[in-house]
């Protein structure tokens, strides 16, 4: 199945099961607290690192790679993604640069987020 298609299919999945789980979560805590996104992001960095360790290190195969990595915690949630990027820097020692990146990008996607807001408005 070309690589295209793993990572539509993943996405598709991974898109549907973060909506589903963040409401199941919903029905526990109020909703004046992400709590559905933060738990989506904790299980999505969690489990980017797992596989990408089990993918990469023990497999290295590039069709999981492209359904998991790619489609299905891309589409369960991005952040997943940055959490590894930011790990890797971390792990590699490159301390200044992990924290630039956390600031960064925390920093610019709030000013992004409340500027579409603003010019949406």
């Not at 360790?53 to 790619?70: E, G, K, Y």
């Not at 590894?84 to 925390?106: C, Y």
Request: aromatic fraction near 14%; hydrophobic fraction near 60%; glycine fraction near 10%.
């Amino acid at each position: 199945m070309p690589s295209v298609l793993l990572i539509a299919l993943g996405g598709a999945i991974g898109s549907v099961l973060r909506y589903l789980l963040a409401q199941f979560v919903h029905l526990f805590f109020e909703r004046g607290f992400p709590m559905g996104t933060l738990v989506v992001n904790f299980i999505g960095s969690f489990l980017i690192g797992f596989l990408s360790v089990m993918i990469f290190r023990r497999v290295s195969h590039q069709a999981l790679s492209c359904f998991w990595l790619i489609g299905f915690l891309g589409g369960f949630t991005t952040f997943s993604t940055f959490s590894l990027d930011t790990v890797n820097l971390m792990t590699s020692g490159k301390i200044v640069v992990a924290v630039t990146n956390v600031l960064l990008s925390v920093g610019l996607c709030l000013l992004a987020t409340f500027l579409g807001i603003w010019l949406a408005d």
